[in-house]
């Protein structure tokens, strides 16, 4: 098959790096992706740089500083590619396009971003930016406002899921207790996500502090190229799709990620595959409620049945289609631009046999779902092991 690999990775520890400077997680990142692939700087023909920003830190023209970090990469094309929480996989999308062409042999892909450089309430109005401004611009809670609200309509129109909700929850920090990467290394349990405290104070509608992912820095990086690397277990994509969808929330169903859903009937249908053949999935967790939608948009269950997904066990890590055996955004973290990044190294690591604690046992076939805001811009990669 003649598909792009991932022959490469690197990931920083995701967390409070407020002392961190972006030039040490891009070579945090970046370097051991080189070292894995067996490659070196001059191996490199373009880099894709993947960074929200949108005013956490006063630096932009963010690509250059790669070579700044790297000086061995000072006449390498570099390029930034934005795209909201998806930024992160609209790099590594571009890098596919680069490297399918034949213009580009070897691409190295870094996702990155700095969060914890504001205040709180400051950092709450940057991820607005994600949304409709017009309209959704000001909302209390920011982007917890934002899915607070699909929350409440969601539960008005089919029941209280706050046991889903919770459930998702204990299950995406019980399996990040096993990832070494993971801003948040605690098995808290059904209950505690599940009960209003001071310790879990509710944030949104029907959200609370356990249903949103935290504030995280930290970069992730990759290594694609046509030719595999030779000797050791490589992986490729078998197929991906990108699907778009209305920005502002008043032009869709709220409780429907229609965009989604076409990305993921696209992508299986590309991949010959279907969702029963997958291994695995690393979603697009942001929040509690998007992991629930996702299992719907999915095929997973039908429209207002996706919580008998996660109450019946199904994608817990020894269920039917483990989700988020990484612990997913909620607990791994959810630093912008190395989200989808990140997403396709973890998954990088299950089709290797090289996940360590978080191993799905014999996983060939996976699948990663990185989206841009309410699932506006929405990334599928469907990936095997080659």
């Known amino acids: 098959m003649n598909a792009p690999h991932i022959i490469g990775w690197g990931h920083t520890v995701f967390g409070k790096h407020d002392q961190v400077e972006l030039e040490q997680l891009i070579r945090d990142a970046a370097l051991p992706a080189l070292h894995s692939a067996d490659v070196q700087s001059k191996d490199i023909d ?32 570099a390029v930034r590619v934005e795209n909201a929480c998806a930024t992160g996989s609209a790099a590594v999308f571009a890098a596919l396009d680069a490297v399918e062409s034949g213009r580009v042999k070897r691409a190295l892909v870094i996702g990155l971003e700095k969060m914890n450089t504001l205040p709180g309430a400051q950092i709450g109005d940057v991820l607005l930016k994600c949304s409709y401004f017009k309209e959704e611009g000001g909302k209390p809670g920011g982007m917890a406002g934002v899915f607070g609200d699909i929350a409440t309509e969601y539960f008005s129109r089919f029941g209280d899921q706050s046991d889903a909700l919770a459930a998702i929850a204990a299950k995406n920090h019980r399996n990040g207790v096993d990832n070494p990467y993971a801003h948040l290394r605690r098995d808290l349990g059904f209950e505690f996500c599940r009960t209003v405290s001071d310790k879990n104070p509710s944030l949104a509608g029907p959200l609370r502090r356990t249903d949103c992912s935290p504030v995280s820095d930290g970069a992730a990086a990759l290594v694609i190229s046509m030719e595999p690397r030779p000797g050791t277990a490589n992986v490729r994509w078998r197929a991906r799709a990108h699907v778009n969808d209305f920005l502002p929330l008043s032009m869709r169903d709220r409780t429907r990620f229609e965009g989604a859903a076409l990305a993921w009937s696209k992508g299986l249908e ?9 291994n695995l999935v690393e979603a697009h967790d942001c929040f509690t409620m998007a992991e629930l939608l996702q299992y719907e948009a999915m095929g997973l269950a039908p429209h207002g049945q996706g919580a008998r997904i996660i109450l019946d066990g199904v994608t817990a890590k020894d269920g039917k289609l483990p989700v988020n055996p990484s612990g997913g955004l909620k607990s791994r973290g959810h630093p912008i631009g190395a989200t989808g990044v990140s997403q396709h190294v973890m998954m990088a690591m299950q089709l290797t046999g090289k996940a360590e604690a978080m191993q799905i046992p014999r996983a060939s076939l996976g699948a990663v779902f990185n989206m841009g805001g309410t699932a506006v811009s929405n990334y599928l990669s469907i990936l095997e092991a080659a």
């Open 46 to 77: 373009a880099i894709f740089v993947g960074t929200f920003n949108g005013g956490f830190v006063p630096q932009d023209f963010s690509a250059s500083l790669v070579a700044v970090a790297i000086p061995e990469f000072r006449h390498t094309p």
């Open 270 to 278: 590309r991949a010959g595959v279907s969702l029963a053949d997958l």
